[in-house]
């Protein structure tokens, strides 16, 4: 396919782009390409779906808070030996800066980045590649790898109080009362799961609830319920626990924190 192929396939690609596919019974090991009247440097990608050498690449959270550090491994697999790894870290607004890779014992690769702060925030993820050429059989093999994750500015945290608010009349119905600091007045969104005690005493899930409310610069609070018919069904009463509680700026929705086990309610 040509460019023009491409691009009324809904690719964005740069002039003179040709895509082609080699016949599975070329075999494999080193190539020549040949193209008549060309000149000056080509860039070419090769996609090898079949191939056993693959570079992992993975970040050991999804999610941080500007001004905190993101640790990176790296990994080749297929029996090729990769003896250095390059790596760049994009921003969303197009800001790059280099990673550097340094090779543990055990032949993979680890890095430790700190995203700019001057660029965080916004919308788009951050996006991390990594490359280089590994050796297999007397071939160089190149390959490389990309990871995503998001970058949040810290407007507002949880400031730890969570009320559970008494229902009313025969309602068994959980609401909870959770304090949000906040640095910058936005609207806020809260979102959890609630774990309710069966019978037998083990914990399962109820429901999860999400809400939002405008929290001005300073403490406010958001409430979540979990309603009557979602407890019941489950079959669950108290103590009740509350798992995974996020909090996210609308504004931006950005996850500006996350409590795997946030409370327990008796």
């Known amino acids: 396919a040509d460019e023009d192929a491409l691009r009324a396939a809904g690719m964005a690609v740069p002039q003179g782009s040709i895509v082609f596919k080699m016949a599975d019974g070329v075999g494999h090991g080193a190539f020549e390409l040949i193209a008549a009247g060309a000149s000056g440097a080509y860039l070419v990608h090769v996609f090898e779906p079949s191939s056993q050498i ?12 500007a001004g905190e550090t993101l640790e990176l491994r790296a990994a080749i697999e297929g029996g090729a030996r990769l003896d250095r790894l390059s790596g760049l870290l994009s921003a969303p ?4 800066q280099d990673v550097r890779f340094e090779r543990r014992a055990d032949g993979s690769f680890a890095a430790r980045v700190q995203p700019d702060p001057a660029h965080a925030g916004g ?5 991390i590649h990594a490359f280089g050429n590994a050796l297999s059989g007397g071939l160089d093999v190149a390959r490389d790898a990309r990871d995503a994750f998001a970058v949040s500015v810290a407007t507002a945290r949880l400031d730890g109080a969570i009320e559970r608010i008494p229902s009313a009349g025969k309602d068994t119905g959980v609401q909870l009362r959770i304090g949000i600091e906040s640095a ?3 609207r806020y969104q809260l979102a959890g799961v609630l774990y309710g005690t069966r019978a037998d005493g083990r914990l399962a899930p109820v429901a999860m609830a999400h809400s939002a409310s405008w929290i001005a610069a300073g403490n406010g609070t958001i409430d979540l319920r979990f309603e009557a018919g979602a407890v019941q069904q489950a079959g669950v009463g108290a103590p009740y626990e509350l ?3 996020r909090l996210i700026n609308q504004a931006d929705m950005s996850l500006l924190e996350r409590r795997e086990r946030a409370a327990i309610l008796r």
């Open 123 to 127: 919308f788009g993820l951050w996006e």
């Open 93 to 96: 607004d197009g800001h790059v």
């Open 54 to 65: 693959v570079l992992s690449l993975r970040a050991n959270r999804d999610t941080i808070i």
């Open 243 to 245: 798992r995974d509680l």
């Open 184 to 186: 910058v007045a936005s």
